[in-house]
């Protein structure tokens, strides 16, 4: 059974916004923290963005004041906005599951979603 899928990636032009949705098994979403991350051709995957069961939320550096990851508690949904995109944001983006504070390190991530591809062109 798929437990993560994602949705919404696409191209956009360097300044634009996308969003990103994960949609989760109930039983994946209730029971665990939830992220992005991302992976660029040649480059090792990064963490982007958390968020714990309640509102507690994490972003890389890089991401800070563009990004703001949200869950829908109602529709087993984890959202990443993503506004002032930059070239450098191209990569896969990779839905994540993880107990707690798990979330925040890529060797503790115990479910992946399948990536959805963003473009961002200068």
């Known amino acids: 059974q798929v437990q993560l899928v994602e949705s919404g990636g696409g191209l956009v032009q360097a300044g634009g916004s996308l969003r990103l949705s994960c949609a989760a098994t109930r039983s994946i979403f209730s029971d665990n923290a939830l992220g992005w991350y991302r992976q660029a051709p040649g480059k090792q995957r990064e963490f982007v963005a958390g968020?714990?069961?309640?509102?507690?939320?994490n972003y890389a550096d890089s991401v800070k004041g563009r990004f703001t990851i949200s869950r829908d508690n109602a529709k087993n949904t984890v959202y990443l906005q993503m506004n002032s995109l930059k070239p450098e944001d191209t990569s896969v983006y990779y839905c994540a599951a993880a107990r707690s504070f798990r979330i925040l390190v890529l060797s503790r991530v115990e479910c992946w979603g399948q990536g959805t591809q963003v473009t961002v062109s200068s």
């Open positions: 968020i714990l069961t309640g509102i507690s939320t």
